[in-house]
């Protein structure tokens, strides 16, 4: 066993959060190590769906390489020691240890998901890594049956994808809509008909229960009803937890994810967490925009800015699905409306476009746009501030039609 001495801040996971924490140390003078078990070069993972449908190649979504990146998982944390044990059988020591480890798919309970190894069955995807993504780009083929089991964002990614790829795509949402999390019904049924406008099989309410494998490849997947879908391919996007084993292995405070406060420190002070492995004030996001500012605030404080404070991110989605009928929305905050708001909303059929802002006490809590979204920088800026809005000359409207400066 080799023991690396080592003086300087160690950083698990090279993902998005990892990555901007290494390059913004490395640009103000505080070189970290940073350690990663992918063997691709650092990406951004945002992208992968636009690799999967074709669009991109893999090195297109390589992120700017951080000097130092060490290619192992980190196995255990030795907290009184402040060591880290590798899978390759080193020892790191730190000063600081920062978890940057991200999440991991959610595998939905299914009968038949796993084989006697605890592997999934050939045909049967996560869609998380780049991994994951090339296996399914090498699966992909016209014609190929492919479940996409999930309806939240990743699920309407892959689903878009592989049929753009001519893949003949079945859609299995448990919920009654598409993205529930982020739409409104309203923008729901537009991602809906767009899905379908690609040949995407749309089902809501639809509860699967089993997936059939024969030989060791999957042969279809069975519906809570008895109801059987012929599959060669299926993708699991049932959402993501917090990567948690390490720092629960370790004895830090964890609830869904590692808990930090406004300094991103854990229960131990020699210990940082930030993207989505990490929760702070109750949230765990896993979104990318809250996962960079939040190493940016890190580097900050690492480097001698005792003042930075990380105080949660007002953060928006976006869901750009490029094809020949492009299709763009943004939503963010409440897209429903409480008793007493105020909602303002314009709909164009034919355009297929659907903007809606719910205002509560004159401030905007949240907005959905659809197909148009000339005005999402300026809609962004007010939500994001929390100002009062204009009261003069109808503010509402104005904000829904007034694209200037965004
Ligand atoms: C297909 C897809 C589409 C997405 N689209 C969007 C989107 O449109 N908008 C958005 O905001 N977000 C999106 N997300 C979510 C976004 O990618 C995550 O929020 C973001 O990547 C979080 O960054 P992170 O660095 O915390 O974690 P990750 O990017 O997951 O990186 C964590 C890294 O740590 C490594 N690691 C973990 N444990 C260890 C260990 N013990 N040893 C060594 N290495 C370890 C992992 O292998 C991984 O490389 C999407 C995610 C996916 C999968």
């Not at 070189?31 to 993972?45: D, F, S, T, V």
């Not at 090498?138 to 964002?153: D, E, M, N, Q, S």
């Not at 979104?287 to 001698?304: K, M, N, R, S």
Request: aromatic share 2%.
């Amino acid at each position: 066993m080799s023991m690396t001495s080592n003086t300087r801040v160690v950083v698990i996971g090279a993902g998005l959060a990892g990555v901007r924490l290494a390059r913004r140390l490395g640009e103000l003078g505080t070189p970290a190590l940073l350690i990663g078990e992918e063997e691709h070069r650092p990406y951004n993972r945002v992208l992968l769906a636009e690799v999967l449908a074709g669009r991109y190649s893999p090195d297109v979504i390589a992120l700017p390489a951080p000097a130092e990146l060490t290619r192992t998982r980190v196995t255990g944390i030795d907290r009184a020691a402040r060591t880290l044990r590798c899978a390759d059988g080193t020892e790191i020591a730190y000063d600081t240890l920062v978890l940057a480890t991200g999440s991991n798919p959610v595998l939905p309970p299914l009968r038949g998901l796993f084989t006697p190894d605890h592997e999934l069955p050939e045909g049967v995807h996560a869609f998380r890594t780049m991994d994951d993504c090339l296996g399914l780009s090498k699966a992909v083929r016209p014609g190929v049956r492919a479940v996409v089991i999930g309806g939240g964002l990743l699920g309407v990614s892959a689903a878009r994808a592989l049929a753009m790829r001519g893949a003949q795509v079945v859609l299995a949402q448990q919920s009654e809509r598409l993205m529930e999390r982020q739409l409104d019904p309203a923008a729901s049924k537009l991602v809906r008909r767009h899905l379908t406008d690609l040949g995407v099989e749309v089902h809501t309410d639809l509860r699967v229960r089993d997936v059939r494998v024969v030989g060791g490849a999957v042969r279809s997947v069975e519906m809570a009803d008895g109801y059987a879908l012929d599959a060669d391919l299926v993708v699991l996007a049932c959402g993501v937890h917090p990567r948690v084993g390490l720092a629960k292995a370790a004895g830090l405070a964890v609830h869904k994810g590692v808990l930090v406060d406004d300094r991103l420190r854990t229960s131990d002070p020699h210990i940082h967490a930030i993207g989505d492995c990490a929760q702070h004030d109750g949230n765990v996001y896993g979104l990318a925009a809250p996962a960079l500012e939040q190493a940016d605030v890190l580097a900050a404080l690492l480097t001698g800015n005792d003042t930075a404070r990380y105080t949660g991110t007002r953060s928006l989605t976006r869901l750009t699905l490029a094809g020949q009928a492009p299709f763009d929305l943004a939503a963010f905050g409440e897209t429903e409306p409480r008793p007493g708001d105020d909602v303002v909303q314009l709909t164009d059929a034919t355009r297929g476009t659907y903007r809606k802002v719910v205002v509560r006490d004159d401030r905007l809590v949240g907005g959905v746009l659809v197909g148009e979204l000339g005005t999402v920088g300026a809609l962004a800026r007010a939500w994001e501030g929390a100002e009062p809005l204009p009261s003069d000359g109808g503010p509402l409207l104005h904000l829904l039609t007034n694209d200037g400066g965004s």
